[in-house]
């Protein structure tokens, strides 16, 4: 089955930007998201791309794909403390009906 | 609703009692999922309802897991005779039509098995 990596953990200083890295393995995956989640909330559809393209931004998100590595990367421009929280990489099928996440990467920005 | 709500929110119960997690999507959509986070580990796909089609059961992760969804809204996760590694939260979504790129997803029951 499918299999989602991510790093764990990611520390910043506000202003800069933050790069979160995704790897997946099923070459087929047509749908990638991510989403993140703040304490005690439930998760936020951040961003999706479809698998044929390979950037999408959005206002100060950059989403990345290259479907030859299976590597998916999050750019946060000018990272503020309200962007700390977990993001999650999701990688769908073409039927959408059942999302395969990555761990999550916990994301801190410092003051 | 303007969101999908959980309910309970919190739950502790003891080793080998059932519990019922219940779920309220976004009024309108047709499809419905439950997904499961354990402590520090990524999102488990549970099951997926679609209108009146049969469930996607195929997360679930032992018979002792079962959900249903009545009138096509709201979707009861039963957990029989409950076990330590079941403890988790559970998480719900709804979408229009299957299309995973419009899930919302709820808060979450945090389910705790002592």
């Known amino acids: 089955g499918e299999d989602v990596e991510q790093s764990l953990f990611l520390s910043v200083r506000e202003g800069d930007s933050s790069v979160i890295n995704c790897t997946y393995t099923?070459?087929?995956?047509?749908?990638l998201y991510w989403y993140k989640q703040e304490p005690g909330a439930g998760l936020q559809l951040l961003t999706y791309?479809?698998?044929?393209?390979d950037m999408k931004q959005d206002q100060r998100l950059t989403v990345l794909l290259n479907k030859k590595d299976k590597h998916l990367s999050l750019r946060i421009a000018d990272t503020q403390t309200g962007d700390s929280a977990i993001y999650f990489c999701?990688?769908?099928?073409?039927?959408?009906?059942?999302?395969?996440f990555g761990g999550g990467t916990r994301l801190m920005v410092k003051p | 609703g303007a969101g999908v709500s959980q309910s309970p929110s919190n739950k502790v119960t003891e080793k080998g009692k059932d519990v019922e997690l219940r779920c309220d999507p976004i009024?309108?959509?047709?499809?419905l999922y439950w997904y499961r986070q354990s402590l520090g580990q990524g999102l488990e796909f549970l099951i997926y309802?679609?209108?009146?089609?049969?469930?996607?059961k195929s997360g679930l992760p032992s018979d002792r897991f079962s959900a249903e969804r009545t009138g096509g809204s709201v979707s009861t996760l039963t957990i029989q005779r409950t076990q330590q590694e079941d403890s988790a939260v559970y998480l719900c979504?709804?979408?229009?039509?299957?299309?995973?790129?419009?899930?919302?997803f709820g808060q979450g029951t945090r389910l705790t098995v002592v």
């Open positions: 099923d070459s087929s995956s047509t749908y």
């Open positions: 309802f679609q209108g009146n089609s049969a469930p996607d």
């Open positions: 009024s309108g959509h047709t499809a």
């Open positions: 999701a990688v769908g099928d073409n039927a959408g009906n059942m999302l395969t």
């Open positions: 791309i479809f698998s044929n393209m």
């Open positions: 979504a709804s979408s229009l039509a299957g299309q995973i790129t419009e899930a919302f």
